[in-house]
C-alpha cells in the first residue's frame, strides 16, 4: 500500500472543494485524469474515501482519517518550503521556541512584546516537541530557544543561561486535609493519588524521578499529556492531586480554588535554564534568549 504526496493533495482539493471537477480545476488536470487517480487510490487503499451526497462528494470515515493526514503533511511541507525560502534569500527571522513541563504561558506574550518591539520583523513560533525533551530538538535544529529543568544526557552540549530557581509545590483543592498542612514529609503520600505529567511515566526507559520527598510512595500515580489546564481541572475535580512548579499553579489558585502545600521541611526547588545550541546561532536567536532571560529574572 502506497499514497505519494499528489494523493493527499487530491484528497485535500476533493474535500474542500466537494467535487472532482472543482478539485481538477484547482490542481489544473483533467477531471477525467483526476477521477481516475481517486479509483487507483481507493483501489490501493481497499476502501472507499468519498460519499456522495447530492452532487457533493463528502469524505466517509475512511477520507476523513487520511484528511487528518493530509492536512498536517501539506501544512508541514508548505511550512518547510516558506523556511527554505527564506533561509535560501537570507530572511530567516524565526525563533523557534519551547518550554519543558509546561502548556502555561501567561508570562510569555510580555517577553514576545519586548523582544518584537527591538525586532519587529522577527517571528516567534512555540512549538512542541517529543516527549517534552527539547535538549535533543535543539541539538536537531528543530527548536531554537528552550526552557528548561529536567536533566538531560545531553545537557552539555548545549549553552544554558540560569533564569531563576522555582519551588515544586502539591497542588490540591482548598478543602482538602493537606491544605491546612505547614508541609508535606514523605509519609502523607501513602494514600496518595497523584496526576501527573506523562513526562513521569515511570515504565519509560530511562524514567524521570518522581517529584517527590525521599522514600515517600504514593498509593497511585495518573500520568497524562503535558497539559496543564488539563492536570488542573481533575485535581479541581477531586480526581486526585498534583505536584508542579510554583510559577504554573499559581494562576490557578483562585479561580480553581487550590491550595499550594510545600513539600518538605525544606522547599523542594529545582533551577530553571534558558538553553539554546552552542552553534550555529543567529543574533536574533540570541536576542530573544536574553529577553527571556531578562524577562524571567524580573517575574
Known amino acids: 500500500m502506497s499514497v505519494e504526496l499528489r494523493d493527499l493533495e487530491l484528497l485535500a482539493a476533493t474535500a474542500d472543494a466537494g467535487s472532482l471537477t472543482a478539485a481538477a480545476e484547482r490542481l489544473y488536470v483533467s477531471q477525467p485524469a483526476l477521477s481516475q487517480r481517486l479509483t487507483r487510490l481507493e483501489d490501493r487503499l481497499g476502501m472507499p474515501l468519498f460519499d456522495r451526497t447530492g452532487r457533493r462528494l463528502v469524505p466517509n470515515a475512511a477520507g476523513r482519517r487520511m484528511l487528518v493526514a493530509a492536512q498536517h503533511v501539506l501544512n508541514e511541507l508548505g511550512s518547510a518550503m516558506r523556511d527554505l525560502q527564506e533561509l ?16 502555561t504561558f501567561q508570562w510569555l506574550p510580555p517577553v514576545i512584546r519586548a523582544f518584537r518591539e527591538r ?12 516527549d517534552d525533551a ?22 552539555d552540549r548545549v549553552h ?47 524514567s524521570t524521578p ?18 496543564t489546564d488539563l492536570v488542573i481541572e481533575m485535581v479541581a475535580g477531586g480526581q486526585g492531586v498534583t505536584i508542579l512548579p510554583n510559577w504554573v499553579a499559581a494562576p490557578y489558585a483562585d479561580s ?15 533551577t530553571w535554564y534558558v538553553a ?24
Open 210 to 227: 518522581l517529584p517527590l520527598p525521599p522514600q515517600a510512595h504514593p498509593a497511585r500515580i495518573t500520568t497524562m499529556p503535558v497539559i
Open 134 to 155: 527539547p535538549v535533543p530538538a535543539l541539538l536537531a535544529d528543530r527548536i531554537d530557544v528552550a526552557l528548561v529543568t529536567k536533566p538531560d544526557r545531553e545537557m
Open 160 to 206: 544554558l543561561t540560569r533564569a531563576f530557581d522555582d519551588e515544586m509545590v502539591a497542588v490540591v483543592p482548598a478543602d482538602h486535609p493537606w491544605a491546612a498542612r505547614p508541609h508535606l514529609t514523605a509519609p502523607d503520600f501513602a494514600d496518595a493519588h497523584l496526576i501527573l505529567y506523562e513526562a513521569y511515566d515511570q515504565t519509560r526507559i530511562p
Open 119 to 130: 525586532h519587529p520583523q522577527a517571528e516567534v513560533r512555540i512549538e512542541s516537541v517529543p
Open 276 to 299: 539554546t545550541r552552542r552553534a550555529p546561532r543567529s543574533p536574533l536567536m540570541d536576542a530573544f534568549a536574553e529577553e527571556l532571560t531578562a524577562q524571567l529574572a524580573r517575574a
Open 88 to 103: 535560501r534569500d537570507g530572511h530567516d527571522r524565526r525563533v523557534r521556541f519551547a518550554a519543558q513541563c509546561s502548556t
Open 256 to 270: 480553581h480554588r487550590l491550595a499550594l502545600v510545600q513539600i518538605g521541611a525544606e522547599p523542594m526547588t529545582r
